[in-house]
């Protein structure tokens, strides 16, 4: 028989739902129902007057409010699609080494194999696109079909050795880019919520970059 999850902690089902939108926001361009959800939101749970994710959900949410799709859909393309190369490229072979398909790529997807985890098939996007690495990262949170949730010891192996040296990086540069306006806030919600991960994961001075990655049963990644 195989072991039955364990339901998840109110702190871990709300860390899984900010790396959903983290990924569901860089990987496509949103939905009108999805920016109608955003603008309707509430504030965050309280973490001390002007924390900075406060402040970067606050600019989301007002920024979602006086967004329409087809704009979104426009600022999207002209960020990450383009003609030829694509403003942002937001992977990390592409910033750890400056080249894509390199060999943190490989690396990433040995330990996504250990996991059980593989790219759905179809998806244009390689594993090691930041939007991709959010979503397991959700993944390894709230789990999926065919893959348990994995303990905070393997959430933050896998964080530190596959987000945490670039995810910075990258983010400033869509925050700076000439066509961000929605997505400034995008990036400043995701910089907000990641270095608040990378904080609590500090907590624990394990090294967690030589951490092995244990295997498991076989899922998919959307």
């Not at 066509?179 to 400043?188: K, N, Q, S, T």
Request: contains cysteine; hydrophobic residues 45%.
């Amino acid at each position: 028989m195989k072991p039955m999850p364990r339901p998840l902690t109110e702190e871990d089902q709300a860390r899984a739902d900010m790396y959903a939108l983290v990924a569901t926001l860089l990987l496509k361009p949103p939905a009108p129902s999805l920016l109608a959800a955003l603008a309707a939101a509430d504030s965050l749970p309280a973490r001390g007057a002007g924390h900075p994710l406060d402040q970067a959900w606050e600019a989301l949410v007002s920024a979602a409010g006086t967004m329409d799709a087809d704009a979104a859909r426009e600022e999207f393309d002209a960020l990450f699609i383009g003609i030829g190369t694509p403003l942002l490229n937001p992977y990390g072979s592409r910033y750890l080494t400056g080249f894509m398909m390199e060999k943190p790529l490989a690396q990433l997807r040995g330990d996504l194999h250990a996991l059980g985890l593989a790219r759905v098939p179809g998806v244009a996007e390689s594993e090691d696109h930041l939007g991709a690495l959010c979503e397991t990262m959700r993944v390894l949170i709230a789990g999926a079909p065919g893959a348990l949730p994995r303990p905070l010891s393997t959430q933050k192996t896998f964080f530190v050795r596959h987000v945490s040296p670039w995810y910075g990086r990258c983010l400033d540069d869509l925050c700076h880019a000439a066509p961000a306006r929605f997505y400034r806030c995008v990036g400043g919600y995701a910089q907000a919520f990641l270095d608040l991960e990378r904080e609590a994961f500090s907590i624990d001075d394990e090294d967690a970059s030589s951490e092995p990655i244990h295997a498991e049963t076989e899922g998919s990644l959307e």
